[in-house]
């Protein structure tokens, strides 16, 4: 049987050691730990590219969609390439990709601010109280979302495809990374004339927001003809601003007919 000090005999031996100065247990035999062997040296790790390192590589998002959105060709590519875009994170909160609704074919681009809880749902823009209101509107010019005549009909998108949570205003770098998508989309459309309905859409295709200011007044983007005029959303709180929204209609419509 092996014999074993008491613990206070290895106890006050330790304490002894210590007051000596050693600082460290040793080995029984002596190690140069200069020279420790290349099979105990570990590869540094190579990491993945993870949303978080991409972030952290200052990737541009804005450069990202103008580059995907460069290689669209289509409708069908254009939404192809929203879902594949991961640098929004609107996305990641949102129920649904809203792109469009009308046909694709007529005059009349309404370009939008962004969804709504409805829209969300339907996975389609203006189809809330903002949207039957725009409905009306349209109708009282002869135009309509479901007619098949080019001359009859509109289409209509948002500056956003993704709802901000809480309904809040979209960021300026949200804006900014999804307005190459915004462009090709225009492109591939083709519309004769552009209506920029609110201060979102007129941030992201103007670079200026004041729609109270900017209403009725026809300018330029993306070699089109633009109008802004106030969001249906807006004109449901504010009653009184029907009758500017009106005068921007019959502006529209006397702009189809010159």
Same mark, same amino acid.
């Given at each position: 049987?092996?014999?074993?000090? +008491?613990?206070?005999?290895? *106890? #006050?031996?330790?304490?002894?050691?210590?007051?000596?100065?050693? !600082?460290?247990?040793?080995?029984?035999?002596?190690?140069?730990?200069?020279?420790?062997? +290349?099979?105990?040296?570990?590869?540094?790790?190579?990491?993945?590219?993870?949303?978080?390192?991409?972030?952290?590589?200052?990737?541009?998002?804005?450069?990202?969609?103008?580059?995907?959105?460069?290689?669209?060709?289509?409708?069908?590519?254009?939404?192809?390439?929203?879902?594949?875009?991961?640098?929004?994170?609107?996305? *990641?909160?949102?129920?649904?990709?809203?792109?469009?609704?009308?046909?694709?074919?007529? &005059?009349?681009?309404?370009?939008?601010?962004?969804?709504?809880?409805?829209?969300?749902?339907?996975?389609?823009?203006?189809?809330?109280?903002?949207?039957?209101?725009?409905?009306?509107?349209?109708?009282?010019?002869?135009? !309509?979302?479901?007619?098949?005549? !080019?001359?009859?009909?509109?289409?209509?998108?948002?500056?956003?495809?993704?709802?901000?949570?809480?309904?809040?205003?979209?960021?300026?770098?949200?804006?900014?990374?999804?307005?190459?998508?915004?462009? *090709?989309?225009?492109?591939?459309? #083709?519309?004769?004339?552009?209506?920029?309905?609110?201060?979102?859409?007129?941030?992201?295709?103007?670079?200026?927001?004041?729609?109270?200011?900017?209403?009725?007044?026809?300018?330029?983007?993306?070699?089109?003809?633009?109008?802004?005029?106030?969001?249906? #959303?807006?004109?449901?709180?504010?009653?009184?601003?029907? &009758?500017?929204?009106?005068?921007?209609?019959? #502006?529209?419509?006397?702009?189809?007919?010159?």
């Amino acid at each position: 049987m092996e014999s074993a000090l +008491e613990y206070h005999t290895a *106890r #006050a031996l330790l304490d002894w050691q210590l007051e000596m100065g050693a !600082s460290e247990a040793i080995l029984d035999a002596p190690l140069n730990r200069y020279d420790v062997p +290349e099979t105990r040296k570990k590869p540094t790790p190579v990491a993945t590219a993870t949303p978080e390192i991409v972030k952290a590589a200052k990737i541009d998002p804005v450069l990202v969609a103008k580059d995907m959105a460069a290689t669209v060709r289509d409708l069908d590519g254009l939404r192809g390439a929203l879902a594949a875009f991961e640098y929004c994170d609107l996305k *990641r909160g949102a129920r649904n990709l809203v792109l469009s609704d009308g046909n694709p074919a007529a &005059r009349v681009m309404i370009i939008g601010e962004a969804p709504g809880r409805d829209e969300d749902r339907a996975g389609k823009p203006f189809v809330g109280r903002a949207g039957q209101l725009l409905d009306k509107m349209l109708a009282a010019i002869d135009l !309509s979302r479901t007619a098949d005549l !080019s001359a009859q009909s509109v289409y209509i998108t948002n500056i956003l495809p993704w709802r901000p949570p809480q309904n809040r205003d979209p960021k300026p770098d949200e804006i900014a990374m999804l307005m190459p998508f915004v462009q *090709r989309h225009v492109e591939i459309v #083709a519309p004769d004339v552009i209506v920029l309905m609110g201060n979102i859409a007129c941030q992201g295709v103007l670079g200026t927001r004041g729609i109270t200011r900017l209403r009725g007044h026809w300018q330029e983007a993306f070699g089109k003809p633009v109008i802004p005029m106030f969001h249906p #959303a807006y004109l449901l709180r504010q009653a009184t601003a029907k &009758r500017e929204a009106w005068a921007d209609l019959l #502006a529209l419509k006397a702009k189809l007919a010159g």
